[in-house]
């Protein structure tokens, strides 16, 4: 099996929903589970509620806080350290709430997965749910993209929208948009594995076929 390390910050529940796609939790499933073993995960918040489901499944829990770097190079670096010790096939960010490093990225460049809860390029950035709730949109959502060197701006690979109602709150719409990612994350995980997904020249490709803005619709 392939190797993924995993990096959140807070409830980590797209980390347990990858957590169980790569086991066989189910006396039957739909689908085989997905070929690679999560062999790390690794978080900045000592409190965060996801390093639970990690521990659960035995798997090896890394915290690495800001504080004890006098400046984010170095932390990006330990981090880094940490991560190519694995020498993983994939890294997931999951609710992973910290702006990467150039060099970081560029690492990690092709293998570096991050979902952010927006229809990406709309709502970069932090509270996404507020802002879109603010600007009234009727439509909203969640995007899977590789990550390069901009704030959210690398190639998108798979979104999955939901609709906004006028009653909605940030909780109620933070719940929908992780219901969606629930579902498309795992799915995107597998294609990489699977050897169907890749990064050449900042271009996502599905089966050699190039994605376009919104991924694959
Ligand atoms: C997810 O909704 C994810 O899209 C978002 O944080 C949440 C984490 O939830 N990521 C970002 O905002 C990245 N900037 P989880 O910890 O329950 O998986």
Sequence with gaps: PKKIVVLISGSGSNLKTLIDNCQE???FHVSEPINANICAVLTNNPSAGGLEFAREANINTHIVKQA????RALFDEALLE???SYSPDLVVLAGYMRIL???FVEALSGKLINIHPSLLPKYKGLDTHQRVLEANE???GTSVHF???GLDSGPVILQAKVPVFPEDDADILTERVKYQEHQIYPLVVR?????RLKLENNVAYLDGLALGPSGYA
């Design 25 to 27: 939790t189910h006396s």
């Design 68 to 71: 004890d770097f006098a400046n």
């Design 82 to 84: 940490i991560i190519q």
């Design 101 to 103: 490093s150039e060099q």
């Design 138 to 140: 009727t439509e909203h």
């Design 147 to 149: 990550v390069d060197t």
């Design 191 to 195: 294609w990489f594995i699977d050897g």
